[in-house]
Nanobody, 125 residues
């Protein structure tokens, strides 16, 4: 069965960095788009970033553009989210999500069919 296991969350200071990882199994990882989404306390789920199967195309929410970088290693069935210049508003539970297809990145959460349990990111001094 599909499994997505996130790791790498934790506490960072404003301006600091964290690198999230998501280990995938149970499907042909290299043929699907992968996404990251987050949920801040008391708020709805927000799409953060997506990457195509080959990794050649990426997209970002305006709120993280220029600060976050998504990447993937198909040999390791792993997708990453490098988060730099962290802000308090970046705090939340970050989810790795599998899209239902490989192709143009929609940024639409309804296009995802599986996701992990999430990893917590706290940004505080």
């Amino acid at each position: 069965q599909v499994q997505l296991v996130e790791s790498g969350g934790g506490l960072a200071q404003p301006g600091g960095s964290l690198r999230l990882s998501c280990a995938a199994s149970g499907f042909t990882f290299s043929t699907y788009n992968m996404n990251w989404a987050r949920q801040a306390p008391g708020k709805g789920l927000e799409w953060v970033s997506g990457i195509t199967p080959s990794g050649t195309e990426t997209r970002y929410a305006d709120s993280v553009k220029g600060r976050f970088t998504i990447s993937r290693d198909n040999a390791k069935n792993t997708v990453y989210l490098q988060m730099n210049s962290l802000k308090p508003q970046d705090m939340g539970l970050y989810y790795c999500r599998k899209a239902q297809y490989g192709g143009a990145i929609s940024g639409n959460l309804r296009d995802d069919d599986f996701w992990g349990q999430g990893t917590q990111v706290i940004v505080s001094s």
